[in-house]
């Protein structure tokens, strides 16, 4: 079995940086074949992708997160993050980590892991 685990979140005041990051765990073989991506839902509202990074490094970020979010992954370490600067109190959600898939050491192919969440708050 595999697992996304997240971590960083928390209340931080508007103007302010969280570093958000995502560890692959359990019988995992390694997630470099893998789409990585964050997302996040706000109270009332849809999931929303805010940055996704591919297996070749390629990235992309929502309109509203560009220029303030570095999404980044370390292979070797099997983990991603999200570095959140400049924030406002509409970044406000918790934050989901997400990979297309994932791979174990047996071989097996699981699609769709998403964690646990992780909740930031933007508030003075």
């Known amino acids: 079995q595999v697992e996304l685990v997240e971590s960083g979140g928390g209340l931080v005041q508007p103007g302010g940086s969280l570093r958000l990051s995502c560890a692959a765990s359990?019988?995992?073989?390694?997630?470099?074949?893998?789409?990585m991506g964050w997302y996040r839902q706000a109270p009332g509202k849809q999931r929303e992708l805010v940055a996704a990074?591919?297996?070749?490094?390629?990235?992309n970020y929502a309109d509203s997160v560009k220029g303030r979010f570095t999404i980044s992954r370390d292979n070797a370490k099997n983990t991603v993050s999200l570095e959140m600067n400049s924030l406002k109190p509409e970044d406000t959600a918790v934050y989901y980590c997400?990979?297309?898939?994932?791979?174990?050491?047996?071989?097996?192919?699981?699609?769709?892991?998403w964690g646990q969440g992780t909740l930031v708050t933007v508030s003075s």
């Open positions: 997400n990979a297309d898939a994932l791979y174990d050491t047996s071989g097996n192919r699981y699609l769709e892991v």
């Open positions: 359990g019988s995992i073989f390694s997630i470099v074949l893998s789409r």
């Open positions: 990074i591919s297996s070749g490094d390629n990235t």
